[in-house]
């Protein structure tokens, strides 16, 4: 509850503040949380090992660590700013790369699904999708306590954007959205349910959540990927790739398989381009339920 009380109190300060003095707050904090929060310090500094490979130093690792307990303060700024900033505020700010893959895929009137990661600043990228006149559901964590989930879901409910808490009901309400040719995001790079599979993520097995390859393949929709990179100044580079190809003859688990790689490939190539953006707190290797065998190649 007391999260909960601070974000209230965030709430009603962050606004108010300069946006520039917001952000050197949030960067000082961070620089003191990457000291204190030795757990998060620890996985964190994994994940980078992964994504930067053996021959990386101790200091770029370490570099691209505090840079994503940087990116990650700078997205609450923003997160408490979001009821107070107008859409067209946050268009001018940000420059839209490949905007005609989302509008092209949502011209076909079967729905899209939009993955990213947890990467750079996912709130502004889903945010700008609504300058598009895209309805957006976006699947998020269902966050304890139940008072600090409304609370978020407010926040960035505030311009449009729908969320649908993760859990049993979750998939029934995704489907309905997409049966009204509306947008359903989700993040592919955590599995916070422990039903993923088990797929080289970064040249090493890690499982990873197989539900919008479940959700495209069964609606017919395609597949979008969507990233968000922080510029400097408080700008933001959004990239729109191009669909993501997938074989929809089946789902069996070698079909799941071969989708799930193609999708974790285009997180590596997004991710690859500014490992100090992709802020994951949780260690992606660390032992997770899996679904299935695991097809990796051995270690």
């Not at 939009?114 to 889903?126: K, R």
């Not at 039903?195 to 597949?223: N, Q, R, Y």
């Amino acid at each position: 509850m007391l999260k909960y009380v601070l974000f209230r109190i965030a709430a009603w300060v962050v606004p108010a503040l300069p946006l520039r003095i917001a952000y050197w707050l949030a960067t000082a904090g961070a620089t003191v949380s990457y000291r204190l929060a030795t757990g998060s310090r620890r996985n964190v500094l994994s994940n980078m090992r992964h994504v930067l490979g053996p021959d990386a130093t101790p200091d770029t690792v370490e570099r691209m660590a505090r840079g994503a307990f940087h990116t990650n303060a700078c997205n609450y700024i923003d997160f408490f700013r979001i009821p107070s900033t107008s859409i067209a505020a946050l268009r001018s700010r940000s420059e839209v790369i490949n905007a005609s893959a989302i509008l092209e895929a949502y011209g076909r009137g079967k729905g899209v699904v939009f993955t990213s990661a947890h990467f750079g600043n996912m709130d502004q990228s889903i945010q700008i999708a609504l300058d598009y006149n895209l309805k957006v559901w976006v699947l998020s964590e269902h966050i304890q306590p139940e008072a600090l989930f409304r609370f978020v879901a407010r926040q960035r409910e505030s311009h449009g954007v729908r969320f649908i808490p993760v859990g049993p009901r979750a998939l029934r309400q995704a489907l309905q959205a997409m049966k009204r040719g509306e947008a359903v995001m989700a993040v592919a790079d955590r599995d916070l349910q422990g039903h993923g599979m088990k797929v080289p993520f970064f040249g090493e097995p890690a499982s990873i959540p197989t539900g919008v390859i479940d959700l495209a393949v069964h609606t017919g929709a395609p597949l979008i990927p969507g990233f968000c990179y922080r510029l400097a100044s408080g700008r933001f580079r959004i990239e729109f790739g191009d669909e993501i190809i997938l074989d929809r003859s089946g789902r069996d688990e070698i079909t799941v398989e071969r989708n799930l790689r193609r999708v974790v490939a285009v997180m590596e190539h997004y991710i690859r381009k500014a490992p100090d953006q992709w802020w994951v707190m949780e260690s992606i290797w660390g032992h997770t339920p899996a679904r299935g065998k695991d097809h990796s190649p051995p270690q």
